[in-house]
């Protein structure tokens, strides 16, 4: 049974500041829970049905963790889905480290994505598209936030994310690495020309575009044409499309 304290601890890690000061977060909902303890991920704790236990014994056996049976209710009301009647895992967070791209890998730069949901389908598309990792700008949305996780679809557990200053970031690139800045004004990601090496693609928001202070680094500019009358694209959408543009050209 699901406890009072246990439940405010579950509603206090929805706040960005509890996760900071703990370093756990949420992890809700059958599949995600299940893939969470299928992988290697560090786990805290486990709420879950009789039903969720029974589906997946052994997967919960062999993590040898807490696990508290409860309700779909008591599971409803202490975290952030809208209903959830299989699981609760609380998870620790992954160690911060900063990772050089391995040759011809392809890594997602993000420029002040705030939108929760827009950073966990760029981590589903990442993951899709055999994106190596994703680096974000401080003032990007925490990966931790229980709508990116969710949004993910647990994405978040294959594609590492790291956060820090984009410029240090492109600092550290070994020399003469291709940066694609997606930009209104770009080249036609249509007209660009095969290759084998890899590189970094740069996405900014959709309401300030990339950092004017980033220009400089951009070693190309590409844009999506458009065929219509809409100003702009959602950044989720537009990833997509470039990188799937990216991928058939770099293979």
Not at 216 to 231: R, S
Request: with cysteine; charged share 15%; proline share 4%.
């Amino acid at each position: 049974m699901l406890s009072k304290n246990q439940a405010k601890n579950i509603r206090a890690l929805q706040r960005k500041k509890t996760r900071r000061e703990t370093g756990l977060f949420l992890v809700e909902g059958e599949k995600i829970v299940a893939e969470l303890l299928a992988s290697t991920w560090n786990i805290h704790s486990l709420y879950a049905t009789t039903t969720f236990l029974a589906a997946h014994q052994a997967l919960v056996l062999a993590r040898n963790i807490p696990v508290v049976e409860c309700s779909a209710k008591a599971l409803t009301a202490a975290g952030s889905l809208v209903t959830n009647n299989a699981a609760i895992a609380v998870a620790h967070q992954a160690a911060t480290t900063h990772q050089t791209p391995s040759a011809n890998a392809w890594t997602l730069a993000l420029d002040d994505i705030n939108d929760p949901g827009n950073l966990g389908s760029l981590l589903r598309i990442a993951d899709w598209y055999g994106i190596e990792q994703l680096v974000c700008s401080p003032t990007t949305v925490d990966l931790y936030n229980p709508k990116v996780i969710n949004a993910s679809k647990g994405s978040f557990l294959r594609v590492p994310v790291q956060q820090l200053p984009l410029s240090e970031y492109f600092q550290h690139l070994p020399s003469g690495s291709n940066i694609y800045g997606a930009y209104l004004d770009g080249q036609s990601i249509h007209q660009l020309a095969p290759s084998n090496s890899g590189g970094v693609i740069l996405l900014g928001s959709e309401a300030h575009g990339i950092n004017a202070a980033l220009s400089d680094y951009v070693t190309h500019k590409i844009t999506i044409p458009a065929f219509g009358a809409a100003e702009s694209l959602n950044v989720a959408v537009a990833a997509a499309i470039i990188c799937d543009n990216i991928k058939r050209l770099h293979p």
